[in-house]
Structure formats: C-alpha cells, structure tokens
C-alpha cells in the first residue's frame, strides 16, 4: 500500500512571495491534516479535511494560508505573502477512522520550506 | 500549562537496556494517545496507540497508560542503536475530532 505523498520535497522562497504544496493521501482514507512542525517542536495541525469538507481550521493563518481538496483525494496548502517565521517543515497525514479512538494518522515525508 | 508533555532529553541508555519515555497531558478528558518515532530529518512514524488504561505491548514496545495521573509511556525492551531517534507523544482529545496535540519530543540515544 502506498504511502502519503508530498511535493516538493524542499522549497527555498523569498519573503512575501506565495508557494504551495502538494499532498496525495493513502488509498482510501477520508480525512486528510496539514501540520506545521516548526525546528524542535512537536507538529501542530494547521486544517483538517474529511473527504472534501473542512473540519478545523481553527489555527490556520487564514490572513495568508489557504488549503483546498477537491473531489475529497488530493490536497494543496498555500501560503500568501511567506513570512520568515513561516519556515518549517509542512506535514501531511491522513488517516480512516477519523472519529473514533483508533484514528491514526499515518504521515508523509513532508515539505521543508525555507523563507529567506 | 502545556497541552502535552515530555522531558526533552537527551536520553542516554546502553544497547539492551529498557528505556522509558513519559509524557503527561493537561486534558482530563483525553480519549487516546499515541507515539510516533521521528528520524532526524524525517517525518513521524507511528509506533502503536493505547486508549484503555493499563499497558499494551507490540513487540519490543509497551505503552501504558494512567488516565487517573494523566501520564501515558513508552518502553522500549532490548534497545538497538536504530532505535535512537525522538519520540514524540501525541493525544487526541476527543472533543476537538481527529486533531493531535504533540509534544515536543524526547530524543533517545541507544550507545552500542
């Protein structure tokens, strides 16, 4: 079974220029997170998507991140104007049983974005 | 007071040691909890998930979990070398659907 995909995998931009990135969930699972895992601390969750519906989004800047998933599969996150403190390491993960104990979530090799 | 809770380390153990990782939660009314193992460099790796108080094992790993003293832990039997790495706790907190609080990590060096 293939695993989460993520692209890029490494993104240098300057600040205030826009980036996005790419996430393709497992096969078949139905809810779909973002997570921002900034050096030294533990991944914080940015949105979370069940099939095509945002869920929470409650901690995503929304003055400058945007995420979509259409048809409820792929996933785009983006980020308008960067900031410095926007460098991180953005995690995908998805997971099937979203809602019960046993959600786990399994992640992708995420997208190490450096703002210069 | 912080979400979830973990010494940062470094944890220092001989090859074939146990080691054991702890980590506390604020949330009374936490649902499940569970570790990942972060490589340097790389993205987390689930290790196993517990709910229920008491231990569960999966083979070399055991969590138990203490919802009374909101404290759950990890132990690592025969350590190897390649299992030196951070090991992240993460709690669901039921009330917030899906979202995973993590804590910042312990990082564990297993010396041959």
């Known amino acids: 079974e293939a695993g989460v995909a993520q692209s890029p995998r490494y993104k240098i931009i300057e600040k205030r220029q826009s980036v996005a990135f790419w996430c393709n969930p497992i096969s078949g699972h139905a809810t779909l997170y973002w997570y921002q895992q900034i050096l030294g601390q533990g991944p914080k969750l940015l949105i979370q998507?069940?099939?095509?519906?945002?869920?929470?989004d409650s901690q995503l800047p929304k003055d400058r991140f945007s995420a979509e998933r259409l048809k409820g599969v792929d996933s785009t996150l983006k980020i308008q104007p960067a900031k410095l403190e926007d460098s991180a390491v953005y995690l995908c993960?998805?997971?099937?049983?979203?809602?019960?104990?046993?959600?786990?979530?399994?992640f992708g090799p995420g997208t190490r974005l450096t703002v210069t | 007071q912080k979400e979830v809770e973990q010494n940062s380390g470094p944890l220092s153990v001989p090859e074939g040691a146990i080691a054991s990782l702890n980590c506390t939660y604020s949330d009374r009314g936490s649902q499940s909890f569970f570790w990942y193992r972060q490589y340097s460099g790389k993205s987390p790796e689930l290790i196993m998930f517990?709910?229920?108080?008491g231990d569960k094992e999966d083979g070399r790993f055991t969590a138990q979990l203490n919802k009374a003293s909101q404290y759950v832990s990890l132990l690592i039997r025969d350590s190897q070398p390649s299992d030196s790495a951070t090991y992240l706790c993460?709690?669901?907190?039921?009330?917030?659907?899906?979202?995973?609080?993590f804590g910042r990590g312990t990082q564990l060096t297993v010396w041959p």
């Open positions: 998507f069940q099939n095509n519906g945002v869920v929470d």
């Open positions: 993960a998805s997971s099937s049983r979203w809602g019960t104990q046993a959600d786990e979530q399994y």
């Open positions: 517990i709910y229920s108080n």
């Open positions: 993460a709690v669901n907190r039921g009330s917030t659907l899906g979202r995973l609080y």
